[in-house]
């Protein structure tokens, strides 16, 4: 199975900063086959990026995924209060499914 | 309106069973392929299991192959999850989630999760 490593654990800054999320994967997951999800307190997950790069539908042009094969980063420019959440990288280029263990943001 | 509204979760002894069902609504349920995805309290999230629109493919963790057996009804647009011989470890919140096609893999809309606590 594909093991997804994140990092940092938890990132702490402050609004209008730039916060950079970075995903590994233990083995190629290809150029596209890599989401995005936040989960907010209390709430269930929610997708942001799919397709290594592609925003779901409604998410701010200020959350941008990139990267391919096995590094991968989620980058949110000009973080907002609203952005507090845990972050998960997913890759679905081969079974199981697997996800990262998280990156919780908090705002300063 | 589009969701997914998950049921049937509650407190369970060890080795029974439970059978959890998720009604969706607001699209055109057997267009699309539905998954299983849970998180243990205070932990990360775990694919569970995951069937085709037409239950023709049908893939399970490692953790609960043997034991827990995933379905759907279309005409009833409902998908389930019958759990078997639970286990501690299987204590977590479930969620039931969509995928965004036929079977891609990734999920673009999710329930509020039902909660299974496996304890004696």
Known sequence: EIVLTQSPGTLSLSPGERATLSCRASESVGSVYLAWYQQKPGQAPRLLIYGASSRAIGIPDRFRGSGSGTDFTLTISSLQPEDVATYYCQQYNSYPITFGQGTRLEIK | ?120
Request: with cysteine; proline share 2%.
């Open chain 2, 1 to 120: 309106e589009v969701q997914l509204v998950e049921s049937g979760g509650g407190l369970v002894q060890p080795g029974r069973s439970l059978r959890l069902s998720c009604a969706a609504s607001g699209f055109t349920f057997d267009d699309y392929a539905m998954h299983w995805v849970r998180q243990a309290p205070g932990k990360g999230l775990e694919w569970v299991s995951g069937i085709s629109w037409n239950s023709g493919s049908i893939g399970y963790a490692d953790s609960v192959k043997g034991r827990f057996t995933i379905s759907r009804d279309n005409a009833k647009n409902s998908l389930y999850l019958q759990m078997n011989s639970l286990r501690a470890e299987d204590t977590a919140l479930y969620y039931c989630a969509k995928d965004s096609s036929s079977w891609d893999w990734y999920f673009d809309l999710w329930g509020r999760g039902t909660l299974v606590t496996v304890s004696s």
